[in-house]
Nanobody
Framework: QVQLVESGGGLVQAGGSLRLSCAAC????????MAWYRQAPGKQRELVAR???????NYANSVKGRFTISRDNAKNTVYLQMNSLKPEDTAVYYC?????????????WGQGTQVTVSS
């Protein structure tokens, strides 16, 4: 079982920046995609940004131009640089990975990291 270890959340004022990190740990043959989701209180979990092994990225409309997803494939790590943060970005952010560990294809989730943006 691959574990995703997240870090980088916290409290920031509107207009500020944060950088989230997520490292995949365990027996990994290949990571096909890594992504960040978020869930605000009373709302459904939504995709924020996704990065595939082929280098393709996609973003939620609400974060385009402000957030950037990047990967360090050698470290099996994905980052989310969040700039110009808004109070509506407040949520628990979850890392997600689709991977192959020699036995088959699986999906794993991180434990979540809180991001709070004050107005």
């Amino acid at each position: 079982q691959v574990q995703l270890v997240e870090s980088g959340g916290g409290l920031v004022q509107a207009g500020g920046s944060l950088r989230l990190s997520c490292a995949a740990c365990g027996s990994i043959f290949r990571i096909d995609a890594m992504a960040w989701y978020r869930q605000a209180p009373g709302k459904q979990r939504e995709l924020v940004a996704r990065s595939t092994s082929g280098g393709n990225t996609n973003y939620a409309n609400s974060v385009k131009g402000r957030f950037t997803i990047s990967r360090d494939n050698a470290k099996n790590t994905v980052y989310l640089q969040m700039n110009s943060l808004k109070p509506e970005d407040t949520a628990v952010y979850y890392c997600n990975a689709h991977y192959n560990d020699f036995r088959g294809d699986f999906t794993s989730w991180g434990q979540g990291t809180q991001v709070t943006v004050s107005s």
